[in-house]
């Protein structure tokens, strides 16, 4: 039994063995295929290069109405979404402290002019003061020191009557300032426009000590939308104004809505050392669809091509083992750049060099080169198991011939 038991044991072994190696054998050997090699098709068509950005739906002016005088709000005549003119009231602030303060300049006016009034009755009495006292001097009935006292008193009054006329040019100021500032305390809207918010309720105190309080947000046309986006300055080069940009935003995601790039401005964005700037889209609004504030998501088309002979830009990536790599401008989508792409022909693989044109991150156009729409270029190069890779895996819908 025991001898059995041994030998039962020496065969179990040894089937293990052969399996172990019979699998070493399969995976490491016996099922290699050599390489394969993944194409795609050169076709025409269009190629558009665009660049994406974020940005917020804005009017095209918003005016921020404020106060240049302090005080609690005794009414208020405009509300949210409400239409104003340039010049309409839409708020009141408390007006009896400079309605006092007028009233204060114009009584010390009329107080001014009434003192002016004065030293003019005074200065014609003293004129002929002193034409009496010449003529009697020349009788020789006074002396000549009442003749110059005469003529002192009467210069005197001359310059108190310029005295008098400037203090009334001042208190005119006065009362002009006093009634500017009660004026202020009308607040009306600037411009033709709809109110988008309103900061302040009947009752509150303003001050206006050390900056104007925004007391009113107003729109002054809603159908004209500006698109203020932040586009990364990687991209910033390729857009220019003119250039045609559609957008969505998340109340209406399915609706595309057109506008055109007004403006790239030049003053950098920094936020946590990214560099972006500004690109200011215009976009009509007739429906006031478009609020203030909404978020956009932006494609700005910065160039486009109709009916080229176009290659994956994945062609441009492959390089044979051994093989100096593409040029990274070319991958870049640089146009003008000589680079080479490999071509499946009659089973054979051959490179051949062109011109890049356009890309769009997915195609590039072949400005240039013996490359004609239908033939097949090299994507990537896939290895079988225990062989390694080079270039990825295979791409799944391609084609794939034998090297």
Request: proline letters at 5%.
């Amino acid at each position: 039994m025991k001898l059995s038991s041994m030998k039962n044991s020496a065969w179990m072994l040894a089937i293990a063995v052969i399996i172990v190696v019979a699998g070493v054998w399969y995976f490491f050997g016996g099922s290699s295929s050599g390489t394969r090699i993944v194409t795609a098709a050169v076709t025409e068509g269009p190629i558009v290069r665009s660049v994406t950005a974020t940005g917020t739906v804005n009017p095209v002016i918003t005016v921020q109405v404020g106060t240049y005088v302090s005080g609690p709000i005794t009414a208020i005549f405009a509300d949210y979404n409400a239409p104003v003119k340039k010049g309409q009231a839409i708020a009141k602030i408390d007006p009896r402290p400079y309605q006092a303060t007028a009233d204060i300049a114009h009584a010390t006016l009329a107080n001014s002019k009434a003192q002016l009034g004065k030293d003019q009755a005074d200065l014609a009495y003293k004129k002929v003061t002193y034409d009496r006292n010449l003529e009697l001097f020349k009788a020789d009935a006074v002396s000549k020191d009442a003749v110059d006292s005469a003529y002192s008193a009467w210069q005197m009054d001359v310059a108190q009557v310029k005295l008098d006329s400037a203090n009334i040019q001042q208190q005119t100021a006065n009362v002009a300032a006093a009634e500017v500032n009660l004026n202020y305390t009308n607040i009306v809207s600037p411009v033709d426009g709809t109110v988008v918010s309103r900061n302040v309720d009947v009752g509150q105190t303003v001050a206006a000590s050390f900056q104007t309080p925004t007391l009113f947000l107003i729109a002054q046309d809603l159908t004209k939308m500006q698109v203020d986006s932040n586009v990364s300055e990687s991209d910033i080069g390729y857009v220019r104004a003119g250039q045609k940009a559609t957008f969505r935003v998340d109340a209406f995601p399915d609706r595309d809505f057109v506008g055109v790039v007004n403006q790239v401005r030049q003053a950098p964005i920094t936020v946590q050392n990214v560099v972006t700037y500004d690109v200011v889209v215009s976009v009509e609004n007739p429906e006031l669809l478009l609020k203030p504030g909404m978020t956009a998501n932006i494609t700005v088309v910065t160039a486009s091509r109709d009916k080229v002979v176009r290659a994956p830009i994945d062609a441009l990536r492959f390089a044979p083992l051994g093989q100096p790599p593409a040029d990274s401008a070319a991958l870049g989508g640089t146009p003008g750049r000589q680079t080479r792409v490999w071509v499946l022909d009659s089973g054979k693989v051959s490179p051949v060099t062109i011109t890049t044109g356009l890309s769009d991150g997915t195609w590039v156009e072949v400005a240039e080169g013996d490359v004609h729409p239908g033939e097949r270029v090299v994507t990537d190069e896939v290895h079988s198991a225990g062989s390694g890779s080079h270039g990825g895996s295979a791409v799944p819908g391609m084609m794939r011939m034998p090297h």
